[in-house]
């Protein structure tokens, strides 16, 4: 199997890639938390409180926040999604971004406007920073005393995209991210408004939106919404199946002042590593994981990935159904290649990242389509079947059975 870095990436994502996309979104979901007791407050109607989400213009603000993700992955994807040793060190923020897509987080915000953004994990007495401040983005790692950076020429000047340097700080900001949302619900959800609730000692109403029906392993996306000037506060996502959220991120602690200038400017430490982005791994071609290191040896895993980003295959993507309960079909044209990976596995001389692979492929189904396996986590199911095709989308398992029988 070739070892060139498109198919290393492949590798990594192979099962399946949406998952990553999961997990980026999650990260996406600015900080929120709820205390306990709901305010007495004006009613509002759910077009209401959407307007006065799109309308509001806060650009300013710091605190702290609290992520916990439970996204139900796999140990070895967990692994994956947590960090593989992507170029730059441990102050690469790509690195440690990754980190939000499970467990819990203790973070510091402040935002002075597209130009001016800073986050800062606290989780224990080290500390990691990400400072966008103009033109500059840096991540500092006072532990490893580790510092990245990148020059951000398309920040420099006002008025230009900022996107490149807002994926890097997770994603959009709240107000863009309940904007993204609420645009993509669509004529398959229902809107409406909640309970009130305190968030972070501010009066906010909650926008539910709930899939009209069923199949989706997403029950609910619960939104706070300042009752003052409109900005999200809080972002759950709930799973139809209950339990915990999978996604409980909020503010413990806000301020809408101005931060100090000085809250943005960072300089490296003397003695520090310092490492300049914009390298391979900038251009996706560093950071293979670390954990399938035998992967490449293990016969079929080439073409069972060759469609999905590597060499060989197809690819071809088709869209089933719509809204909450969309599959992609996606035909690697790998033919055989999950059996010839399950014999791979079997064998007393296989690497032991084939049979962590196998494994975290779940368990076999059969149907009219044949047979495969189906991957699990909280949000994102899989079936891989044995003839190279996958159906993947944030629906039961039951879902990805009836479609795969349908689009056989």
């Given at each position: 199997?070739?070892?060139?870095?498109?198919?290393?990436?492949?590798?990594?994502?192979?099962v399946?890639?949406?998952?990553?996309?999961?997990?980026?979104?999650?990260?996406?979901?600015v900080?929120?938390?709820?205390?306990?007791?709901?305010p007495?407050?004006p009613?509002?109607?759910?077009?209401?409180?959407?307007?006065?989400?799109?309308?509001?213009?806060?650009?300013?603000?710091?605190?702290?926040?609290?992520?916990?993700?439970?996204?139900?992955?796999?140990?070895?994807?967990?692994?994956?999604?947590?960090?593989?040793?992507v170029?730059?060190?441990?102050?690469?923020?790509?690195?440690?971004?990754?980190?939000?897509?499970?467990?819990?987080?203790?973070?510091r915000?402040?935002?002075?406007?597209?130009?001016?953004?800073?986050?800062?994990?606290?989780?224990?007495?080290?500390?990691?920073s990400?400072?966008?401040?103009?033109?500059?983005?840096?991540?500092y790692?006072?532990?490893?005393?580790?510092?990245?950076?990148?020059?951000?020429?398309?920040?420099?000047?006002?008025?230009?995209?900022?996107?490149?340097?807002?994926?890097?700080?997770?994603?959009?900001?709240?107000?863009?991210?309940?904007?993204?949302?609420?645009?993509?619900?669509?004529?398959?959800?229902?809107?409406?408004?909640g309970?009130?609730?305190?968030?972070?000692?501010?009066?906010?109403?909650?926008?539910?939106?709930?899939?009209?029906?069923?199949?989706s392993?997403?029950?609910?996306?619960?939104?706070?919404?300042?009752?003052?000037?409109?900005?999200?506060?809080?972002?759950?996502?709930?799973?139809?199946?209950?339990?915990?959220?999978?996604?409980?991120?909020?503010?413990?602690?806000?301020?809408?002042?101005?931060?100090?200038?000085?809250?943005?400017?960072?300089?490296?430490?003397?003695?520090?590593?310092?490492?300049?982005?914009?390298?391979?791994?900038?251009?996706?071609?560093?950071?293979?994981?670390?954990?399938?290191?035998?992967?490449?040896?293990?016969?079929?895993?080439?073409?069972l990935?060759?469609?999905m980003?590597?060499?060989?295959?197809?690819?071809?993507?088709?869209?089933?159904?719509?809204?909450?309960?969309?599959?992609?079909?996606?035909?690697?044209?790998?033919?055989?290649?999950?059996?010839?990976?399950?014999?791979?596995?079997?064998?007393?001389?296989?690497?032991?990242?084939?049979?962590?692979?196998?494994?975290?492929?779940?368990?076999?189904?059969?149907?009219?389509?044949?047979?495969?396996?189906?991957?699990?986590?909280?949000?994102?199911?899989?079936?891989?079947?044995?003839?190279?095709?996958?159906?993947?989308?944030?629906?039961?398992?039951?879902?990805?059975?009836?479609?795969?029988?349908?689009?056989?």
């Amino acid at each position: 199997m070739a070892t060139n870095a498109k198919t290393r990436k492949a590798a990594r994502y192979a099962v399946p890639v949406a998952v990553a996309g999961v997990a980026a979104a999650t990260v996406a979901m600015v900080p929120a938390f709820a205390n306990s007791g709901g305010p007495d407050l004006p009613n509002v109607t759910a077009q209401q409180l959407i307007e006065k989400v799109a309308a509001s213009d806060v650009q300013q603000l710091s605190g702290s926040a609290k992520v916990t993700t439970d996204l139900g992955l796999p140990t070895l994807a967990s692994g994956l999604l947590g960090g593989g040793g992507v170029a730059g060190g441990t102050a690469n923020p790509e690195d440690k971004l990754a980190q939000l897509a499970n467990g819990t987080h203790t973070l510091r915000v402040a935002a002075d406007g597209p130009d001016h953004q800073k986050l800062t994990f606290v989780d224990g007495k080290d500390e990691y920073s990400i400072i966008h401040n103009g033109a500059d983005v840096w991540g500092y790692d006072t532990k490893a005393n580790e510092v990245w950076h990148e020059k951000d020429p398309e920040g420099a000047a006002a008025g230009k995209d900022h996107k490149k340097t807002a994926d890097r700080l997770g994603g959009a900001s709240p107000q863009q991210l309940a904007q993204d949302i609420l645009k993509a619900a669509g004529p398959t959800t229902d809107v409406s408004v909640g309970e009130t609730a305190q968030v972070a000692g501010r009066n906010a109403y909650q926008l539910v939106l709930k899939p009209k029906h069923s199949g989706s392993t997403i029950g609910s996306v619960k939104i706070a919404v300042d009752a003052q000037n409109g900005v999200p506060l809080r972002v759950q996502l709930l799973a139809a199946e209950g339990g915990k959220p999978i996604v409980d991120a909020g503010f413990t602690k806000v301020d809408f002042a101005k931060p100090s200038a000085d809250t943005f400017a960072f300089t490296a430490p003397k003695g520090a590593k310092v490492t300049e982005g914009a390298g391979e791994a900038a251009k996706g071609g560093a950071g293979h994981g670390k954990g399938f290191k035998g992967l490449d040896s293990i016969p079929g895993l080439d073409a069972l990935t060759g469609g999905m980003g590597g060499k060989g295959g197809h690819g071809d993507t088709k869209v089933l159904g719509e809204g909450w309960s969309t599959i992609a079909r996606i035909d690697t044209g790998a033919g055989k290649g999950l059996q010839d990976v399950e014999k791979a596995a079997g064998d007393k001389n296989a690497p032991k990242e084939a049979k962590q692979f196998l494994d975290s492929l779940g368990g076999k189904v059969t149907g009219k389509f044949g047979s495969g396996r189906v991957f699990k986590t909280r949000v994102v199911n899989a079936l891989i079947t044995d003839d190279g095709k996958v159906y993947v989308g944030a629906v039961t398992k039951d879902a990805l059975i009836q479609a795969a029988d349908a689009n056989k």
